[in-house]
């Protein structure tokens, strides 16, 4: 399981920031920055699919919502991450909802101008591949620690990457709030699991409840147990 958790830090790290004013020059239509608090959302699950969004700063959540109302969350994105890219592909509508997790700054990229960047500039596409290929790893990543691992390993690395474990940013010194339900959906198990595991992990010493939640590095040793 450690290795999954390596993998990912180097497929992020192989993903460099785009540079705000390198973006601007890139895509020549792009005018939009977006400023979100906490819990706004970005767009919403049906909204027309019309534009590629790129984190600046801040962490989003993508979830999507059954017609029972009951919602799963898809991703937990940082910066240097794009979303909202199934549009390229003919993705006509939002298949989820985009909501900030903490204060957040987006670049907002109306789909044919992304679609001409990709074709016609260098930058930009190079960025935007890195950040597919990481992101797919990260898929199949997620699809093993769900098929193959334990509750308590699975939001062992759940806490590690939100913590920006496999980022180029520094660590946060706190996560945004984020509640035990959320964490639950996260890794596929229940509160009273989260709740339990939350509190050996404190005991242990690997989280501390200290201005938010902050995350120890040596919470990686969840993972590394047989």
């Given at each position: 399981m450690a290795a999954i958790v390596r993998s990912s830090k180097m497929?992020?790290?192989?993903?460099q920031m785009v540079d705000p004013q390198a973006l601007r020059k890139t895509t020549r239509t792009l005018k939009m920055v977006?400023?979100?608090?906490?819990?706004?959302?970005?767009?919403?699950q049906g909204d027309p699919a019309t534009t590629v969004?790129?984190?600046?700063?801040?962490k989003v959540k993508l979830s999507a919502v059954n017609e029972a109302g009951k919602e799963a969350i898809i991703a937990i994105l940082g910066p240097g991450d794009f979303f909202g890219e199934a549009c390229l592909a003919?993705?006509?509508?939002?298949?989820?909802?985009?909501?900030?997790?903490?204060?957040?700054?987006?670049?907002?990229?109306?789909?044919?101008?992304?679609?001409?960047?990709?074709?016609?500039?260098?930058?930009?596409p190079d960025r935007f591949m890195?950040?597919?290929?990481?992101?797919?790893?990260?898929?199949?990543?997620?699809?093993?620690?769900?098929?193959?691992?334990?509750?308590?390993?699975?939001?062992?690395?759940?806490l590690l990457l939100l913590r920006g474990y496999d980022a180029e940013e520094a660590p946060q010194k706190a996560l945004p709030k984020i509640s035990q339900?959320?964490?639950?959906?996260?890794?596929?198990?229940t509160r009273p699991r989260v709740n339990f595991f939350m509190n050996k992990f404190r005991k242990l010493g690997f989280i501390e409840y200290a201005d938010g939640?902050?995350?120890?590095?040596?919470?990686?040793?969840v993972l590394q147990e047989e």
């Open positions: 497929s992020s790290d192989s993903r977006l400023h979100l608090e906490r819990s706004q959302q970005a767009y919403t969004l790129y984190i600046h700063k801040g003919g993705q006509e509508v939002r298949l989820g909802t985009a909501t900030a997790l903490m204060p957040t700054t987006l670049f907002v990229i109306p789909k044919n101008e992304m679609a001409r960047a990709i074709y016609t500039e260098h930058v930009l890195s950040y597919l290929l990481s992101r797919k790893l990260r898929t199949e990543e997620d699809l093993v620690d769900q098929m193959l691992n334990s509750c308590e390993k699975r939001l062992a690395r759940a339900e959320m964490l639950a959906e996260l890794v596929g198990t939640l902050q995350i120890k590095p040596s919470l990686v040793n």
